[in-house]
Nanobody, 125 residues
């Protein structure tokens, strides 16, 4: 059973940066089959795809509107995935979830098998 634990959220001001971390455990030996990524959910809105990366780092996939400010990275050896968020805006306020699936890249929330508990990011103007 894959378990995901996020950290790094918090309250920041417009223009600030944050780096979220996600520690994964419980991968099978076929780690290369996994996709790790991030979704977010703002109050009253549906979950939104943010970014994803293959287990060994490439390829990566981003929500188009975020790719100039957000960057996904990680370590396959340590089963870690990060989300560097720059130039944060109030509209980035949301709960950010670390996710994992086996298979190909996907932007669909329903195709991810494992979800972390989420970490709150709040951006004030």
């Amino acid at each position: 059973q894959v378990q995901l634990v996020e950290s790094g959220g918090g309250s920041v001001r417009t223009g600030d940066s944050l780096k979220l971390s996600c520690a994964a455990s419980g991968f099978s030996n076929a780690g290369r089959e996994y996709i790790m990524g991030w979704f977010r959910q703002a109050p009253g809105k549906e979950r939104e795809f943010v970014a994803a990366r293959a287990y060994y780092g490439v390829p990566t996939l981003y929500e188009d509107s975020l790719k100039d400010r957000f960057a996904i990275s990680g370590s396959s050896l340590k089963n870690l995935v990060y989300l560097q968020m720059n130039d944060l805006r109030p509209e980035d306020t949301a709960v950010y979830y670390c996710v994992v699936r086996k298979g190909d890249m996907s932007t669909r929330a329903g195709e991810y098998d494992y979800w972390g508990q989420g970490t709150q990011v709040t951006v004030s103007s």
